[in-house]
């Protein structure tokens, strides 16, 4: 119990186990891709048990009062994946699917995600259990300040930094912020990221990531020699990550002909407006379901969207994990998959991407922007000097291109595929600072 009276547990890995060991468990899927690194690069088994597994994780139980008087109780996550390089970064999602495994995967990638950008940060992640779409906004607000209570001490500027993520804002990351404050007795700006302006947020913040995933794409079609002007471009999920992505692809003259959300999926091979798409998107509870000008409708099956399969140069699955695995990767040939989500790509998928010659800017590499700018959020928060929006794009170019360049690199040396590339890249940095410390 901590001193609210919450259930507030350091759970020991090995005595949690991973719950269920399905294929796309996440969890086992990042073992996985862990096990190939750790193969190449013959490094000794504690090593490896220290990549494979979470260093710490926080369970917490939470009672929040709903608008009808009633209380209703949530399940929440934080897991603390690896803090060799640095305190632990990584958002809270709140989704009704969530388990502790999803949060064990994702915090894992924001592990390697700060390695391969070179951000002196670990990597963490959370979760809350809860249908965003059912909870008002005052619900929203007194769960995301339950949340806080619950874990406010385990998280700070030194420790774990938490962002938003899927179905969060700075909207909540304001009122966490300011939750955390009560907590302590002072003021922290820097414990979350992804905060208001007012509130020591950073400009280009707001379109980090989408911009980040631009110039990997960017990048990778000067590789391959495609031209991007006129080249087509589909995009699954249309909310912060995959809306900037096709925004500000389509100013470098890429064409949006297919795009899905939870409200459905159409092609257009005329092209669909991505910046109006968004201005539409915006005022109708983020969902795009009634732009004009969406096209056809096509299925928006959950195992098997038809959206991934549509003809395109540049494929950006923005949405969930777990999108492409072996029942449909022979029919997704796009020139370059830009991964904007966390985990879209199934392993088994992965060789048979790489034989047919697609292009993969790997999810930690690609959606890393936004972590990115969250770490200058943090610098400027500690200097308590903002700089410039010129200053941050600057700053994220040179973050972005120096960690794709590092990947292409390692991908043609060794040849393998980026994703491989991308691990041993990333684990290569996570285990020297581990050596240093003399963890093993
Ligand atoms: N949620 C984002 C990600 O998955 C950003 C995390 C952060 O800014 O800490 O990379």
């Known amino acids: 119990m901590n001193k609210n009276g919450f259930r507030h547990e350091m759970v020991d890995h090995h005595a949690v186990g991973v719950s269920s060991f399905a294929t796309d468990n996440p969890f ?35 009672p929040v009062r709903m608008d009808d008087g009633t209380t209703k109780v949530f399940q929440g996550f934080r897991v603390q994946y690896n803090n060799a390089r640095g305190p632990c970064k990584g958002g809270i999602r709140f989704a009704a699917d969530e388990t502790i495994d999803l949060v064990r995967a994702l915090a894992a990638w924001m592990t390697w995600k700060c390695a391969l950008l070179d951000i002196p940060l670990g990597g963490g992640k959370g979760g809350v259990v809860c249908d965003p779409t059912k909870l008002s906004r005052g619900e929203k607000e007194r ?9 406010g001490h385990d998280i700070g500027l030194l420790k774990d930094v938490p962002a938003p993520d899927m179905n969060t804002n700075p909207e ?34 707001e379109d980090a990531t989408g911009r980040g995933v631009m110039i990997t794409v960017r990048e990778a079609a000067k590789k391959i020699g495609l031209n991007l002007e006129g080249a087509r471009m589909v995009v699954q999920g249309y909310g ?7 925004v500000l692809l389509e100013e470098l003259g890429c064409k949006l002909v297919g795009v899905a959300d939870v409200s459905g999926a159409w092609s257009n ?22 732009f004009p000008g969406l096209g056809q409708e096509i299925q928006n099956d959950e195992k098997e969207p038809a959206v991934l399969e549509l003809p395109c140069e540049i494929l950006v699955p923005a949405a969930k994990e777990g999108q492409i695995g072996a029942h449909n990767v022979p029919r997704i040939k796009p020139r370059i998959l830009a991964e904007g989500a966390n985990g879209p790509t199934l392993p088994e998928a992965d060789p048979i991407l790489y034989q047919n010659g697609v292009y993969v800017i790997p999810d930690f590499l690609c959606n890393a922007g936004g972590v990115t700018v969250s770490y200058f959020e943090m610098v400027q928060n500690t200097y308590n000097y903002y700089w410039d929006l010129d200053a941050i794009r600057r700053r994220l170019e040179q973050k972005m291109v120096t960690a794709f360049e590092a990947v292409h690199k390692e991908a043609q040396e060794r040849k393998v595929h980026n994703r491989l590339a991308a ?9 020297q600072a581990m050596q240093a410390r003399g963890w093993a």
Request: hydrophobic share 45%.
């Open 143 to 151: 769960l995301a300040r339950a949340y806080i209570r619950a874990i």
């Open 28 to 62: 086992r899927v990042v073992q996985k891709q862990v096990e190939q690194a750790v193969e190449l690069l013959q490094l000794d088994p504690a090593l490896h048990e220290l990549l494979r597994w979470p260093q710490r994780e926080i369970h917490v139980t939470l």
């Open 172 to 205: 909540i990351m304001g009122w966490m912020v300011d939750e955390y404050a009560a907590l302590h007795g002072h003021n922290e700006f820097g414990m979350i990221t992804g905060k208001p302006l007012s509130l020591g947020g950073s400009l280009g913040r």
């Open 423 to 431: 691990y041993l890249v990333a684990i290569t940095r996570v285990v």
């Open 240 to 246: 912060n990550v995959g809306s900037f992505s096709a």
């Open 269 to 290: 091979p005329n092209g669909i407006n991505a910046r109006e798409l968004q201005a539409y998107a915006r005022k109708n509870g983020g969902l795009i379901r009634g």
